[in-house]
């Protein structure tokens, strides 16, 4: 298993970024970044009139950069897992090539990948930027990232088996993906949003991770509310047992339903 694994990883890493791998290195890194700068411009702007929007000692730059890219990171999981069966149906024709090794595999290089870009960006803004890059509590900062790449791939495992029977399924993960993009705390700070929205998205497991992320990341993050690991775990486990499930009694059908 751990070889088919080892050798997917290196056949996704060569097909990665397409035919044009270059053009792809820069829009894997220049999707995320341009995105922090457009921001930290307009809150600069802001702040020019007097409104303060960070708290002391959190600069605008590093609470975007350590909210988008790990987010980038489980958006890719996802989608990346959910074109994982039709981009490798050729290879399931070998025994020993299961989907779910095609899932690993995929998590696995998304993760390096997001892992490589977040140490990049952090290298460059604390070398040239001269911003405090280093992690509070850096062990609870990985074990954030573990749980969003966790997250990512249960719930792109669930969306994969779902979406090879339902293809309606992958136009509806663009707006899943936008609900958990605007609802998970990545670019807008939680002490900005009305409580009752805050409320509403306490529910999202990725709000948790993400909050739980920043507050072990900077020092003075202020937590507005009771975040905690326990519920995104159990909501992880909860999606892992229920994709394993599907996984096993379609396990035949993932591989042989476009082959006719």
């Avoid at 802001?46 to 958006?75: K, T």
């Avoid at 939680?190 to 900077?218: Q, R, V």
């Amino acid at each position: 298993m751990l070889n088919v694994i080892y050798a997917l990883f290196f056949r996704e890493l060569k097909t990665r970024f397409g035919a044009n791998r270059y053009l792809g290195y820069i829009w894997v890194i220049g999707e995320p970044l341009s995105i922090v700068l457009v921001i930290t411009t307009i809150v600069t702007i802001i702040r020019e009139y007097h409104h303060q929007v960070m708290p002391d000692g959190i600069s605008i730059f590093m609470f975007l950069i350590s909210g988008i890219v790990p987010y980038f990171m489980f958006r890719s999981i996802v989608t990346q897992l959910m074109n994982g069966i039709s981009a490798n149906l050729g290879l399931f024709a070998y025994k020993p090539v299961k989907p779910i090794h095609v899932f690993i595999a995929r998590t696995m290089l998304e993760f390096c990948i997001y892992f490589v870009i977040f140490f990049c960006v952090l290298f460059i803004a604390g070398w040239f930027l001269r911003f405090d890059v280093l992690p509070q509590h850096f062990l609870d900062v990985m074990f954030c990232v573990f749980l969003l790449m966790l997250s990512g791939f249960v719930l792109g495992l669930c969306f994969a088996i779902l979406s090879h029977f339902f293809e309606i399924l992958k136009t509806l993960l663009m707006y899943f993906s936008i609900v958990f993009y605007w609802s998970s705390g990545v670019i807008f700070p939680t002490w900005l949003m009305p409580k009752p929205l805050l409320d509403i998205f306490y529910y999202n497991p990725l709000l948790h991770i993400m909050e739980l992320l920043k507050y072990n990341f900077f020092d003075s993050y202020p937590l507005q509310d009771d975040y905690s690991y326990t519920y995104p775990i159990f909501c992880i486990m909860l999606l892992l047992l229920v994709g394993l499930f599907f996984y096993h009694h379609n396990r035949q059908a993932l591989t042989a339903a476009r082959k006719q």
